[in-house]
């Protein structure tokens, strides 16, 4: 059993940046995947970006490569999302979330623990 908490979300204008965190509990932390996703008004939920156990196999959605970052400290129990040039369209409730898999993955229905999200909203 894992459970998650997001933190670090707010209020900032574009251009700005914002470090997500993903606190987790629980024995199997670090040998999961863990996934970033976000859903904005009267959208979908989207992936985001994902990493696996060991930081050796990482994704990003297309939308966000080259501007956000994903990490995990697996002492700390948590992972992280640098979000950078951030931009109106990023606007969303960011969630953590959790999967069994070795290599990271972007697939929804393949995270089993999920947080409750935390909301980023950027200005123009």
């Known amino acids: 059993q894992v459970q998650l908490v997001e933190s670090g979300g707010g209020l900032v204008q574009a251009g700005g940046s914002l470090r997500l965190s993903c606190a987790a509990s629980?024995?199997?932390?670090?040998?999961?995947?863990l996934g970033w996703f976000r859903q904005a008004p009267g959208k979908e939920r989207e992936f985001v970006s994902a990493?696996?156990?060991?930081?050796?196999?990482?994704a990003y959605a297309d939308s966000v490569k080259d501007r956000f970052t994903i990490s995990r400290d697996n002492a700390k129990n948590t992972a992280y999302l640098q979000m950078n040039n951030l931009q109106p369209d990023d606007t969303a409730v960011y969630y953590c979330?959790?999967?069994?898999?070795?290599?990271?993955?972007?697939?929804?229905?393949?995270?089993?623990?999920w947080g409750q999200g935390t909301q980023v909203t950027v200005a123009s």
């Open positions: 979330a959790a999967a069994v898999s070795g290599v990271a993955v972007m697939t929804m229905k393949r995270y089993g623990y």
């Open positions: 990493i696996n156990y060991s930081g050796g196999s990482l």
């Open positions: 629980g024995p199997t932390f670090s040998t999961q995947t």
